[in-house]
């Protein structure tokens, strides 16, 4: 039987392209990312281990927390795995072949998908042939389809412990959230600016929402990045106190939704830079458009 079900979760490959140290810093600030995520929808979890550019969250309610994470900024993707103790072939091929019982059926198409990692007494490919040819032997009917099957199972073998799963579910990407500083968005609510700091957020920004003034509405319109803000919520600032937020959030930037092109939006831009004290970025200056609205159906 397995030890437990978890969210097996895949880091994005971003990560894993730093250097040793920082990508200590990027894990640890998406661990943060995780927790807070989990905390504020009351979903407990007992721990959450690393290794290999992989996370394992073990908590309850691992469907909804899943739907949860898909906005948390650093994750590639996540499955719901069955964790499998210990790393030893005989038990390897019970589990999968448990677990392949319950996924296939005869006339299905399939694959294996095997990885090894820190583990010398496994070749992945020589797994995949062999338990490959378990499954077929144990369910009668069955088509190996390593091109474009009907269904996958996923195993993923460590030193001492192993993980099996059907699917996952792909997720946004990008770097997580604290990683790049933190920068004071200016808010209207006008269209473009939920994308904007989606983009800088996405980046690993920590947004600070500038208003002209609080409102019902305004809080409401920043309120729809909730979700990709580890659902914190957001503080708004006027305009008037901006200095007060610059020295004691240590602003690094300021952000607008600003997209024009044209000669008089070029001048206002030149005009409005030189008034400030800091870098301004401009996340949706030559955006692509068609991009631009298929973030602008997140916030629908």
Do not use: W
């Not at 004691?248 to 008034?275: P, V």
Request: net charge positive.
């Amino acid at each position: 039987m397995p030890e437990q079900q978890c969210l097996l979760v895949k880091t994005a490959s971003e990560i894993a392209l730093k250097s040793n140290f920082v990508r200590r810093f990027f894990t640890k600030k998406l661990v943060q990312s995780i927790k807070f995520a989990l905390k504020r929808n009351k979903i407990e979890y007992s721990a959450i281990t690393r290794g290999g550019g992989r996370l394992y969250v073990f908590c309850g309610k691992l469907k909804k927390a899943q739907k949860i994470l898909f906005t948390v900024s650093g994750i590639h993707a996540i499955a719901v795995a069955e964790q499998s103790k210990p790393a030893e072939y005989r038990e390897i091929e019970s589990q999968t072949l448990a677990f392949a019982k319950k996924h296939l059926k005869k006339g299905d198409s399939f694959a294996l998908d095997v990885r090894v990692a820190g583990n010398k007494s496994f070749s992945a490919k020589d797994l995949e042939n062999k338990l490959g040819a378990a499954i077929q032997k144990a369910i009668a009917g069955l088509r190996v389809n390593l091109s474009n099957p009907e269904k996958q199972i996923f195993i993923e073998i460590r030193k001492s412990d192993f993980f099996i799963y059907a699917s996952q579910l792909k997720c946004l990407g990008g770097l997580p959230l604290g990683v790049e500083g933190a920068v004071a968005m200016l808010f209207s609510g006008k269209q473009g600016e939920l994308p904007a700091a989606f983009l800088l957020m996405h980046r690993g920004c920590n947004v600070f929402p500038i208003v002209g003034k609080k409102t019902a509405a305004i809080e409401k319109h920043v309120g729809k990045l909730l979700a990709f803000n580890d659902y914190r919520r957001f503080v708004l600032t006027e305009e008037k106190d901006l200095p007060a937020l610059i020295k004691e959030r240590k602003i690094q930037a300021i952000a607008t939704a600003d997209s024009k092109l044209d000669k008089k939006a070029l001048a206002s831009y030149k005009k409005f830079d030189a008034s400030q004290s800091l870098v301004v970025l401009r996340p949706l200056l030559l955006y692509p458009e068609e991009s631009k609205v298929k973030l602008e159906k997140f916030f629908a």
